[in-house]
T-cell receptor
Framework: EAQVTQNPRYLITVTGKKLTVTCSQN?????MSWYRQDPGLGLRQIYY???????DKGDVPEGYKVSRKEKRNFPLILESPSPNQTSLYFC?????????????FGDGTRLSIL | AQSVAQPEDQVNVAEGNPLTVKCTYS??????LFWYVQYPNRGLQFLLK??????LVKGSYGFEAEFNKSQTSFHLKKPSALVSDSALYFC?????????????FGSGTQLTVLP
């Protein structure tokens, strides 16, 4: 089954404790992206990747890091999480350069930073 | 910078009635426009897209959307709403040319279909 898999689905942690949210897709998609969803703000793009070793900032990259060492994986790293990063996070992928193709979304990761 | 506006946070409609969820956008050049739906505790699911061609686009579950270039709008419509259509709907835009690959979403519209 074609899917985007995120782990963990839920995480409660404390300020400053480094964490990684993994994202993996099995569709051989070139384009991958991370979003955060906050009430009243919709989805805001954090980082995106056009292909292996190619990443770029989205609208809200501060406090986050990403890497794209393999085509299928695109982890999101919070090196020193803060309470304002409490949010619902989504990973997505699409084929090609991602311009006119719809994105496939994971089921989300709910992060609470205390 | 590109942007999307969904002017209604909430839309209520009776089952069987037509529904419209509004979306306006701002982008340089030609737009690529998308509608997604989100059910509780799930990721977004693609409904339909406009890339080029016919201004009326048909998508999944009986939804359609009309691209209006002069009004920079891409409203989502369905002739007869179902209770199961109740969900959160997002409009999104991407620049259709150049190197930009950012996808910008609206703030979402909660659709409630009343039985």
């Amino acid at each position: 089954e074609a899917q985007v898999t995120q782990n963990p689905r839920y995480l409660i942690t404390v300020t400053g404790k480094k964490l990684t949210v993994t994202c993996s897709q099995n569709m051989n998609h070139e384009y991958m992206s991370w979003y955060r969803q906050d009430p009243g703000l919709g989805l805001r793009q954090i980082y995106y990747s056009m292909n292996v070793e190619v990443t770029d900032k989205g609208d809200v990259p501060e406090g986050y890091k990403v890497s794209r060492k393999e085509k299928r994986n695109f982890p999101l790293i919070l090196e020193s999480p803060s309470p304002n990063q409490t949010s619902l996070y989504f990973c997505a992928s699409s084929p090609g350069g991602g311009s006119n193709q719809p994105q496939h979304f994971g089921d989300g990761t709910r992060l609470s930073i205390l | 910078a590109q942007s999307v506006a969904q002017p209604e946070d909430q839309v209520n409609v009776a089952e069987g009635n037509p529904l419209t969820v509004k979306c306006t956008y701002s982008v340089s050049g030609n737009p690529y426009l998308f509608w997604y739906v989100q059910y509780p505790n799930r990721g977004l699911q693609f409904l339909l897209k406009y890339i080029t061609g016919d201004n009326l686009v048909k998508g999944s579950y009986g939804f359609e959307a009309e691209f209006n270039k002069s009004q920079t709008s891409f409203h989502l419509k369905k002739p007869s709403a179902l209770v199961s259509d109740s969900a959160l709907y997002f409009c999104a835009v991407r620049q259709g040319s150049g190197s930009a690959r950012q996808l910008t979403f609206g703030s979402g519209t909660q659709l409630t279909v009343l039985p």
